[in-house]
């Protein structure tokens, strides 16, 4: 494969050494940041991307002030490390079958015999507001600019406004919980609370007592009151945007990657996604998508968690074109009784990537946020 020389960072001395601010991109923080972890995720990525067609549409959404956007394509550029770190030779959307006009991700090749397909895609979090959150985290920055030298600022957005707050009443509120302190506490439930009501905003305040010398204001912060959360509906509708009909006739094991965001997803949450009712593989009892062969799932990978990420291959029992559990070294999850509601599970144990993708255990050795 043709080496490119397309840079996807600025070239310049990094003297920034501060925290990520809560209103930066992801790209921009770490485009700029002199942290050592920075330093080496940068590194790994101009490595990795020395063997990726990268065009400027990759270009523009590796460096995009979207998060998701750059999370996609740092997505993609990962998927495309671990199949190559397989020792497959991988295109990018190169694959096309005659019924269909749209091509997949990649196309991963065994002695130059294709043997795979895979899609990537991204899962967001559950019961999220994008409009919301950028609110939020205006109001975090702002109450970080206060200084606090004997407390971290809790705060827990109880209900969130669709216009913000003056600057002015967020750090007069603010300086005015500080001022007020907090007595000994021998458990959380006894801290003193606050609370902010402004237009539709419901905003808790709380302090913690916290060692010198550290300069952050802002301690444990959350969004939301009490509330059902629903993990199941955002995995499902990213599955769905990535049916293996709209590529047309398949002949190959399909593969869809995807990237969870959501801290609240677990294995019984995935098994109600596939199989329950109108599971995404078993719907009323009965087989369907049988042409997607498998489900690459990552939790939260990411800039600071690749050492740590373990993806988990979940096989489709029912795949007109299965995978072979030798083709990738990564946990995965086949299935017996296939009649029963759920069916029984057997877990093949692989690597994480952090060793397929030979990363150094101690990169997160400087803190990150």
């Not at 600071?304 to 096989?315: F, I, T, Y």
């Amino acid at each position: 494969m043709k080496k490119n020389n397309i840079s996807l960072f600025d070239d310049f001395k990094r003297t920034d050494g501060a925290r990520a601010s809560h209103t930066s991109s992801a790209y921009d923080f770490l485009n700029k940041s002199a942290w050592k972890a920075a330093s080496y995720v940068r590194d790994k990525v101009t490595e990795w991307a020395c063997d990726f067609p990268i065009d400027k549409d990759f270009v523009a959404r590796f460096t995009s002030r979207d998060d998701k956007e750059h999370a996609g394509a740092f997505f993609e550029l990962i998927t495309f490390q671990l199949l190559r770190h397989h020792g497959y030779k991988v295109s990018f959307q190169t694959h096309s079958v005659a019924d269909s006009s749209r091509r997949p991700d990649f196309t991963a090749y065994k002695r130059k015999q294709e043997i795979l397909i895979a899609e990537c895609t991204l899962s967001g979090l559950p019961n999220h507001n994008p409009g919301t959150e950028r609110l939020e985290n205006e109001i975090k920055e702002i109450i970080e600019s206060i200084p606090s030298p004997q407390y971290y600022v809790n705060v827990e957005f109880e209900r969130a406004g669709t216009a913000s707050i003056a600057k002015n009443k967020i750090i007069t509120f603010v300086k005015k919980v500080i001022g007020a302190g907090q007595q000994p506490i021998t458990s959380l439930i006894d801290l003193n609370k606050w609370i902010m009501e402004e237009g539709e905003w419901k905003i808790i305040f709380s302090l913690i007592p916290k060692p010198k010398g550290r300069p952050r204001t802002l301690g444990i912060n959350g969004s939301g009151g009490a509330e059902i959360i629903d993990s199941i509906s955002p995995l499902r509708n990213s599955l769905n945007r990535k049916r293996a009909s709209k590529y047309g006739t398949l002949h190959l094991p399909y593969l869809i990657c995807l990237n969870s965001f959501d801290m609240y997803l677990d294995e019984i949450d995935i098994m109600q996604t596939l199989f329950y009712e109108d599971g995404y593989w078993k719907c009323n009892g009965r087989p369907q998508n049988k042409t997607v062969s498998g489900i690459l799932l990552f939790k939260d990978l990411g800039r600071w968690s690749l050492d740590s990420a373990r993806p988990v291959l979940w096989h489709n029992p029912w795949a007109e074109n299965p995978i072979k559990t030798t083709l990738l070294n990564v946990d995965q999850y086949i299935f017996n009784d296939t009649d029963q509601l759920f069916p029984t599970r057997k877990l093949i144990q692989g690597k994480g990537i952090g060793e397929i993708l030979h990363i150094d255990s101690d990169y997160l050795s400087q803190d990150v946020s």
